[in-house]
């Protein structure tokens, strides 16, 4: 199993940025996705997770991104993406994605079973 994301880079304040992250081994369509973070001398953290099931595509988001990010999944590509708009300096961090965990929503790194590798995200002030 892999995971590989991409999509990082700098952008400015106010800025957008779109990660993208490529599944491979399995399928995923019945597993939790999610994306943490990483920032320079502090814990891996949550920002977004989705479920899909037969009702549809669950979203669950970290209160400092709710209205600014957006996750979405392609089953079908086995991929999870994470549209990050009105960017700021605090969202500077290495983004994993990652699958797993037992119960939604995936908030804790140590639940997922499979990470990608880190992908940069910099935003200047």
């Known amino acids: 199993v892999q995971l590989q994301a991409s999509g990082g880079g700098l952008v400015q304040a106010g800025g957008s940025l779109s990660l993208s992250c490529a599944a491979s081994?399995?399928?995923?369509?019945?597993?939790?996705m999610a994306w943490f973070r990483q920032a320079p001398g502090k814990e891996r953290e949550f920002v977004a997770a989705?479920?899909?099931?037969?009702?549809?595509?669950?979203?669950y988001y970290a209160d400092s991104v709710k209205g600014r990010f957006t996750i979405s999944r392609d089953n079908a590509k086995n991929t999870v993406s994470l549209q990050m708009n009105s960017l700021k300096p605090e969202d500077t961090a290495v983004y994993y994605c990652?699958?797993?965990?037992?119960?939604?929503?995936?908030?804790?790194?140590?639940?997922?079973?499979?990470w990608g590798k880190g992908t940069q995200v910099t935003v200047s002030s």
């Open positions: 990652g699958v797993g965990g037992s119960s939604w929503p995936p908030i804790y790194s140590y639940g997922m079973a499979y």
């Open positions: 081994g399995r399928t995923f369509s019945r597993d939790y």
């Open positions: 989705s479920h899909w099931n037969w009702i549809g595509d669950s979203t």
